[in-house]
């Protein structure tokens, strides 16, 4: 396994701008689960929070709600066919760990497991939830953060490929296949 480093919690958002899909681990009374998700977003540098939309249908509702803890895990290119389980199969009828060759680790501040195989691990606590439709809005304080040290410095190490699984629908997803820099405002941009 490559080796992780512990980051300071303001990266949490850092991890999170290339909007990958990620892996939520959650757990209550010592039952872990696993369940993919794509609404994900950073809501907060300082406090840093995050945020993970979740239908009430969801086991992992009821296991965030009862244990006020979960974990985002950020899976890579290589992990697509386990994300593509965690997201359609429930962890009320199957252990997802084992359907999808995960394995669940201890993780460095709060008692949810994170996912060896991922490349980043962005632990939070339960501080909000709220409801604003369809699914419910959990806000966690960001109690832990460790990262891949090759595949993420201070920023994802996007070259001609990135490592991240972005969801565009159903069981299609996509990668990020190369960075641009943007240059400052440009003198006949200004005369617009
Ligand atoms: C790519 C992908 C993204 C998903 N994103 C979300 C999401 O952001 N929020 C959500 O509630 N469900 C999302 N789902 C659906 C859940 O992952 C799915 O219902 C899962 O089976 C729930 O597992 P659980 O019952 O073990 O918690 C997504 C599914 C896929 C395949």
Known sequence: MPSKSPRDSRQAARLLEPGPVVLVTAQFRSQPNVMTAAWVIPLSLDPPRVGVAIHPSR???ELVTR????????PTLELIDAVHRCGIVSGREFDKFLQAGLHPVDA???DVPVIEECAAHIECGLVERLTLGDH???VGE???VSADDELFTDRWQISDDSP???HVALDLYAGLSRPYTARP???EDEED
């Not at 244990?67 to 950020?74: K, P, Q, R, T, Y």
């Open 164 to 166: 991240l699984i972005h």
């Open 136 to 138: 419910d809005l959990f």
């Open 185 to 187: 405002e440009r003198e």
């Open 142 to 144: 960001v109690l832990a």
């Open 67 to 74: 244990g006020e803890l979960f974990v985002l895990n950020v």
């Open 59 to 61: 086991f992992t509702h």
């Open 108 to 110: 460095l501040a709060v």
